[in-house]
Every structure is written in C-alpha cells, then in structure tokens.
C-alpha cells in the first residue's frame, strides 16, 4: 500500500500477500476483460479529434508499446492513510488528492499493484520494461492525453521523494508500482518503480 505522511505520501508496499513473486510475462494485454493475447491494434481506445477541455479525470491508461490498456478508478486514503488502490491490479487507481490529467503543473499519480496472488500480473508490471520515448496515453471525457516517457527509476520505499507527489512544479505524469526483491516473509518488494512522463506527440 501507499501511505500519507502530511502532503507527502511514501509508498511501504503495493503487493498483495503471496506466496512467491509472478513474472512479468511479455506479450500480454491487460485491459477490462483481463490479461489477453496483444498483438497488432491492440489498443482498443477511440481516439477523439476534438480539442480536450482541460484538466480532467483519468479513466484509461494505455501503455501501447506494452500491449496495456487498464481501467483507471478515482482513490482516496484509507483510515490507515494509505492509498487505497484496486484490489485487481489489471485496474490502476488515480490519486484523487493530486492533480488530474492535464493540470497546468504538478504531478499526476497513478499507482497498481505489479501482481497479486489471486490475479496474477497487474498493468503497471509493464513499467519494469519501458524505455524513455516510449508512449503513454490517457482517456478520459472523450479525449486522449498523449504523453513520453522521460524516466524511470528505482528507490526503496523507504526513500521514496516527496516530489513524486507534488503539487506545484512543471506538469508530469508519475507512474508507480512495485519492484526489487520479493521478501517472502512479509510479502512485499522492497522498492518502487517510478516512470515519469511529460506531454507529447502520439504514437
């Protein structure tokens, strides 16, 4: 899960109790109707030609050099102050205490689960293989936000910064999920994979 701390929100693990870390798996798809075969076109969104009307709430995240597309939901915090993510980590959760998509600054975030035990890969897995200049895409009101990968990183949740989850600042997009070693005793990673992305042309 993802805890908050003041503005700050530090993340001490997203994965679900398990017994044993699930793979990434190239060539899957990982939409509404589960993982999937991916292959060419698939990417089922419909891309809008009018102009957006800025900013919005994000409903689809697509990742179509990965072959994903999940469904985004709107969180909050728990009483434990912590990101109340999906529990099916096909699906990826917007921070709603952030700003939305297409702000005119501040970051962004949607976080997921890498895996579960009981659904196996999530989306957000396909951030361990991203590349910068990769493409993001997100849906919502009808339109399509296209955006590039400008970076990816690795902290300890420990550590994870601040800026993640700012506020202010040049938009960007912030991407989360888990990665590192599997500790099988208390069933999380240890860190956090963050891919940032900046807005940009689309495929």
Same mark, same amino acid.
């Given at each position: 899960?993802?805890?908050?701390? !003041? #503005?700050?929100?530090?993340?001490? @693990?997203?994965?679900?109790? *398990? ?21 060419? !076109?698939?990417?089922?969104l419909a891309w809008a030609r009018r102009a957006p009307? $800025?900013?919005?709430?994000? %409903? ?10 999940a469904l985004v939901q709107s969180v909050g915090v728990?009483?434990? &102050?912590? $990101? ?14 952030? +700003? ?11 976080? !997921? ?8 890969? @999530?989306?957000?897995?396909?951030? #361990? ?26 902290? *300890?949740?420990?550590?994870? /910064?601040?800026?993640?989850? %700012?506020?202010? !600042?040049? +938009? ?8 590192? /070693?599997?500790?099988? %005793?208390?069933?999380?990673? &240890? ?11 689309? %495929?």
């Amino acid at each position: 899960m993802v805890a908050v701390l !003041g #503005l700050a929100l530090v993340a001490v @693990g997203v994965s679900l109790a *398990r017994s044993a870390p699930v793979a990434a798996a190239p060539g899957l798809s990982i939409g509404q109707g589960g993982v999937r075969p991916a292959g060419p !076109g698939a990417v089922p969104l419909a891309w809008a030609r009018r102009a957006p009307a $800025l900013p919005v709430v994000p %409903r689809v995240l697509a990742l179509p050099r990965q072959h994903v597309v999940a469904l985004v939901q709107s969180v909050g915090v728990t009483a434990g &102050r912590q $990101l109340d993510l999906p529990g099916d980590p096909r699906q990826v959760g917007w921070w709603a205490g952030g +700003q939305p998509v297409g702000a005119a600054s501040g970051s962004t975030v949607i976080a !997921g689960h890498v895996d579960s035990a009981r659904s196996g890969i @999530g989306a957000l897995a396909a951030l #361990l293989s991203v590349k910068v200049g990769d493409p993001v895409e997100v849906s919502a009101g009808g339109v399509v936000l296209h955006y590039r990968v400008a970076s990816r990183s690795t902290y *300890r949740k420990t550590a994870l /910064p601040a800026a993640v989850f %700012r506020l202010d !600042g040049p +938009q960007v997009l912030t991407l989360v999920t888990c990665g590192g /070693p599997y500790d099988s %005793r208390t069933h999380h990673y &240890r860190d956090n994979v963050v891919v940032t992305a900046l807005p940009g042309t689309g %495929r």
